[in-house]
């Protein structure tokens, strides 16, 4: 399943962030993404491989959260937004046009991350020692 | 207790792929060779196609072939009987290609010739409509095949891989006499999704649009190759 794959690319794209917070080590609660409704993501199944994926890594715990981004068009005649539904051939309700611009629906993109830095004192960055 | 934070990054998902498909585009472009990634499903005629085409353009362009689609030896040796290279991809079983996969094929292409000798790569990725699109490997056209066997309406079923195909051939169109299917309504469905493809019905047996489709692949050829002073040229 490319779910798999994708999630691998977001583990390293996660990895990445981590790094920038050297030498503490984030606790992530949870990363948000959005999805586009016009992409060949089940949003589920990424749930499913991210928990699988995370488990006895740095991420043990964080939770996936989908924010799903319905498919928009732009009729290119009169420039109305609309609902493109593959039942009417993705065409647009008001002009009968192609679907040719898309204003949402393609998004794959990593939005945030909810984190925090423990107290623990391993976690803690080094006090500044009196010169 | 620390304050709980919060990272805004608006990333790709993607970004790890991204990358190493930008880096793959920047060796084809140093080598000046046009990248084609030919996607369909499978059994849509990718191995018979780039049989014809192959042995068509061998004599204008140095080709090569990745083979990502886990067809037979038989297939490979099919393509290597004209005259092209054809270097395996290890997939992993993996439904499409990525740009990992695509550079690891790069190596093993370069111990058996000097790339920047070639003008066109094919890459054919794995048989399959839904997420190869989604994976860029570092091509610059993105090549959809669709057979006039598998009904009028997969554009409208599988929308994003038509949506972002640069070309879409409608192939084994020899058949569409025994076919309950009509060209116009496949082609009238992709211009549904996409409305500025080229589209080009072809057959690999009887040889029909298969012209057309190699003046098309020509264009695009002398649209990146020759980095000649087209700028006083072009308004
Ligand atoms: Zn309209």
Not at chain 1, 27 to 53: I, K, Y
């Amino acid at each position: 399943m490319h779910e798999v794959d994708m999630t691998r690319c977001l583990l390293l794209s996660m990895n990445e962030w981590k790094q920038q917070h050297e030498p503490r080590i984030p606790r992530v609660s949870q990363v948000h993404l959005q999805v586009g409704s016009f992409t060949c993501v089940e949003p589920d199944q990424l749930v499913f491989t991210w928990r699988v994926a995370v488990q006895n890594t740095w991420l043990d715990g964080a939770e996936l959260v989908i924010e799903p981004v319905p498919l928009v068009g732009r009729c290119v005649r009169c420039n109305a937004t609309y609902s493109p539904d593959p039942e009417q051939a993705y065409r647009s309700p008001c002009c009968q046009q192609p679907m040719e611009e898309i204003v949402s629906g393609r998004e794959l993109r990593i939005r945030s991350v909810d984190y925090a830095f423990s107290d623990h004192p391993a976690d803690a960055l080094p006090a500044a020692t009196p010169a | 207790m620390h304050m709980p934070l919060e990272d805004t990054l608006g990333l790709n998902l993607l970004a790890a792929n991204q990358h190493q498909a930008e880096h793959n585009r920047e060796h084809f472009d140093a080598w000046r060779l046009l990248c084609l990634n030919v996607m369909s499903s499978p059994g849509a005629g990718k191995t018979s196609l780039l049989e014809r085409s192959l042995a068509a353009l061998a004599g204008a362009y140095a080709m090569a072939v990745l083979e990502g689609d886990m067809t037979t030896q038989l297939d490979a040796e099919r393509l290597e009987a004209v005259g092209v290279p054809v270097v395996p991809i290890t997939t992993g079983r993996s439904c499409h290609l990525d740009a990992a996969m695509v550079s690891g094929g790069l190596k093993l292409l370069r111990q058996r010739l000097d790339p920047a000798e070639l003008d066109l790569l094919w890459v054919e990725n794995v048989g399959n409509l839904v997420c190869p699109a989604e994976f860029e490997v570092g091509e610059h056209r993105k090549v959809a095949l669709l057979s006039v066997t598998e009904g009028d309406d997969k554009p409208l079923k599988y929308p994003v891989m038509f949506r972002e195909a640069h070309c879409v051939l409608i192939t084994k169109i020899d058949l569409l006499p025994y076919l309950p299917v009509q060209l116009e309504r496949i082609e009238a469905h992709i211009r549904q999704v996409n409305p500025h493809c080229a589209v080009i019905p072809v057959s690999a047996t009887s040889g029909e649009g298969l012209e057309a489709w190699h003046q098309w692949l020509k264009a695009q050829v002398a649209a990146i190759a020759p980095a000649a002073p087209a700028a006083l040229v072009s308004a």
